[in-house]
């Protein structure tokens, strides 16, 4: 009964593929998001969706396309990786109240190593 | 630019005595503050947080600390356990209408029975 999965847990690719990363919660939230750890370990937001549309896209190659068929799932997909793309990609997701804040859970991390 | 800050890499406490973790951010903007706290190969988990109306939340063991004028937070944790040792991390959002956490580099905390 995990809050926020995702999967693979691990990735190991060549450069130049294609891969996806999928994100799964059960909470009932209705934003999610994906977080990069790159190697020196901060932890930086990449895309936000709320209710299925895109609101936050932080300056990330258009090489990573994220993807919500629905509240319960964000996809991340990347095109022709880079070694750079090497890092902890984390999911999260929360529940946005009017004028309020929410906690944001996290999943276990995804780890990608691009060879 | 780091707009949140954990200028301590690692913080060694022993068992029983207090752990402060610090956190200084650079945003004036920033209105809500978090701590999450991640063991290795897991994601962080929530913590504690605060809002810029208050100086300090408490929750069990864990107090969070709120100086707006220096803009600097503090987590203390007491007393420290040994299943308390992990990697904490910093976070801050504005109320700019979204959600985006910004965190800091983390402090590994360890708590030495």
């Known amino acids: 009964d995990t809050a926020v999965s995702q999967t693979p847990k691990y990735l190991v690719t060549q450069m130049g593929n294609d891969k996806s990363i999928k994100c799964e919660q059960n909470?009932?939230?209705?934003?999610m998001y994906w977080y990069k750890q790159d190697s020196k370990k901060f932890l930086k937001i990449m895309f936000s969706?709320?209710?299925?549309?895109?609101?936050i896209n932080e300056t990330v190659p258009n090489r990573f396309s994220p993807k919500s068929p629905d509240k319960a799932h964000l996809n991340l997909h990347i095109n022709s990786l880079e070694l750079g793309d090497s890092a902890v990609y984390f999911c999260?997701?929360?529940?946005?109240?009017?004028?309020?804040?929410?906690?944001?859970?996290f999943g276990p991390g995804t780890r990608l190593l691009v060879l | 630019d780091q707009q949140v800050k954990q200028n301590s890499p690692s913080l060694s406490v022993q068992e029983g005595r207090i752990s402060i973790l610090n956190c200084d951010y650079t945003?004036?903007?920033?209105?809500?503050f978090l701590w999450y706290k991640k063991y290795p190969a897991e994601g962080p988990t929530f913590l504690i947080s605060?809002?810029?109306?208050?100086d300090k939340n408490e929750d069990g063991r864990f107090t969070v600390f709120l100086n707006k004028s220096a803009k600097h937070l503090s987590l203390h944790i007491v007393p420290s356990q040994p299943g308390d040792s992990a990697v904490y991390f910093c976070?801050?959002?504005?109320?700019?209408?979204?959600?985006?956490?910004?965190f800091g580099k983390g402090t590994k905390l360890t708590v030495n029975p």
């Open positions: 605060i809002s810029s109306i208050k």
């Open positions: 999260a997701s929360s529940h946005r109240l009017a004028g309020g804040r929410e906690t944001q859970y």
């Open positions: 969706y709320n209710n299925k549309e895109l609101i």
């Open positions: 909470l009932g939230h209705d934003t």
């Open positions: 945003n004036s903007m920033f209105d809500y």
């Open positions: 976070a801050a959002s504005d109320q700019g209408g979204s959600e985006k956490l910004v």
